[in-house]
């Protein structure tokens, strides 16, 4: 799976209910745009009820109310579609490891699980864009200028300009540093090294 190039994956999003599905928190809506080789072939995106009501705060932060989730279907029912979308493919997502909690404790509700493996494009990010004001998706978009329609907290949207991110990034690997088509392991790699040592990590990719 991780010897695939990393512009074949699928970037995905959700919006929840708080911060841990330890704490009893649930997904509301997913979003997902599918890449293959570098283009988006395919996008999936869903509200879901997560069987009770949300708070103020989040109908706020998302711009998704009750009155919405109260006519979705269930989680279960999202997440047996979505599994059906991601297949076997590697998956991104910003703040990764936040994503990864939710997918995987609502697969499990259904039974269902993924062969794929994740990227984080934030830590990525961090490495590449050392100089960058912060590393929130939003100020990324705005640091290297990516089109946008402004909406942000919202599954579809964000996975969208999330996959631009991504995209931007391996364009700028082959830019300065000469790594054209680079493979998903190659960007799990580089989101673990020290931010001191990526420049020699990928010059060394280069020439190798």
Same mark, same amino acid.
């Given at each position: 799976?991780?010897?695939?190039?990393?512009?074949?994956?699928?970037?995905?999003?959700?919006?929840?209910?708080?911060?841990?599905?330890?704490?009893?928190?649930?997904?509301?809506?997913?979003?997902?745009?599918?890449?293959?080789?570098?283009?988006?072939?395919?996008?999936?995106?869903?509200?879901?009820?997560?069987?009770?009501?949300?708070? !103020?705060?989040? *109908?706020?932060?998302?711009?998704?109310?009750?009155?919405?989730?109260?006519? /979705?279907?269930?989680? #279960? %029912? &999202?997440?047996?579609?979505?599994?059906?979308?991601?297949?076997?493919?590697?998956?991104?997502?910003?703040?990764?490891?936040?994503?990864?909690?939710?997918?995987?404790?609502?697969?499990?509700?259904?039974?269902?699980?993924?062969?794929?493996?994740?990227?984080?494009?934030?830590?990525?990010?961090?490495?590449?864009?050392?100089?960058?004001?912060?590393?929130?998706?939003? !100020?990324?978009? *705005?640091?290297?200028?990516?089109?946008?329609?402004?909406?942000?907290?919202? /599954?579809?949207?964000? #996975? %969208? &300009?999330?996959?631009?991110?991504?995209?931007?990034?391996?364009?700028?690997?082959?830019?300065?540093?000469?790594?054209?088509?680079?493979?998903?392991?190659?960007?799990?790699?580089?989101?673990?090294?020290?931010?001191?040592?990526?420049?020699?990590?990928?010059?060394?990719?280069?020439?190798?």
């Amino acid at each position: 799976m991780t010897s695939r190039s990393a512009s074949s994956v699928i970037v995905l999003d959700f919006e929840t209910t708080g911060l841990s599905p330890n704490q009893g928190d649930r997904a509301i809506e997913i979003g997902a745009v599918k890449l293959q080789d570098g283009i988006v072939v395919d996008t999936f995106q869903e509200l879901m009820n997560p069987g009770f009501r949300i708070s !103020g705060f989040i *109908e706020g932060y998302t711009g998704i109310t009750n009155a919405m989730l109260n006519s /979705a279907p269930s989680c #279960s %029912e &999202v997440m047996v579609q979505f599994a059906d979308f991601i297949g076997n493919d590697n998956l991104v997502a910003h703040n990764a490891s936040f994503d990864k909690r939710f997918l995987d404790a609502e697969l499990d509700v259904i039974d269902r699980s993924y062969s794929g493996e994740f990227a984080c494009s934030m830590l990525i990010a961090r490495r590449l864009y050392q100089e960058a004001p912060n590393h929130k998706l939003g !100020g990324l978009v *705005e640091y290297k200028q990516i089109e946008n329609d402004g909406v942000f907290h919202r /599954a579809l949207a964000d #996975s %969208e &300009v999330t996959a631009k991110l991504w995209l931007k990034m391996l364009e700028d690997m082959q830019d300065d540093y000469q790594i054209a088509s680079p493979s998903f392991r190659l960007m799990q790699q580089l989101s673990k090294k020290s931010k001191s040592a990526v420049r020699t990590f990928l010059t060394t990719t280069c020439r190798g």
